[in-house]
């Protein structure tokens, strides 16, 4: 009984280890591949002024690919800022602009002006070197208001957390 139930055994374990190699095939290309906007992806904190003058310093914003992936990005404050959620025309050299695209943080729509990303433009309250990011914003509910963004990408280090 005890040949019988060794034999079994071994016939058990050598099919768990035939099966546990041949099911480890990649099954071709791993590699997800990158998204149009991902380099310009990231949080942020940025002080928004009007009229020269800061009216919120260093909220949180975002900016993420759109699901369409095709050189379209949110910027969002997360109700942090200036209520600002729109999709924005992002090219390659890091510059971007929008023109009314609905404003989904608030009312109406916005226009997005002078955007720019700058890589190493800037540097964190740590003494980081960090991206750069530049905009300007109208809202519909106060046509001819500029209103003013500027920032730098969000290291995640403690020293540089507001």
Request: charged share 20%.
């Amino acid at each position: 009984m005890n040949i019988l139930k060794n034999n079994f055994l071994k016939i058990v374990f050598g099919l768990i280890l035939i099966t546990s190699f041949s099911s480890c095939d990649e099954g071709g290309d791993p590699d997800p591949g990158k998204t149009n906007t991902g380099q310009f992806a990231g949080d942020w904190f940025i002080t928004v002024s009007e009229g020269g003058v800061d009216q919120v310093e260093h909220a949180l914003h975002s900016t993420y690919n759109t699901s369409a992936n095709d050189n379209t990005m949110w910027i969002d404050d997360h109700g942090n800022g200036w209520a600002i959620k729109c999709k924005i025309n992002m090219n390659q050299d890091g510059t971007f602009s929008v023109t009314n695209s609905d404003n989904i943080g608030d009312s109406g729509t916005v226009n997005v002006t002078n955007g720019k990303i700058i890589s190493g433009g800037a540097v964190s309250k740590g003494g980081h070197t960090v991206d750069k990011i530049t905009f300007d914003a109208e809202f519909s509910y106060d046509p001819g208001n500029i209103i003013h963004f500027d920032g730098h990408k969000r290291t995640g280090f403690l020293e540089d957390e507001y």
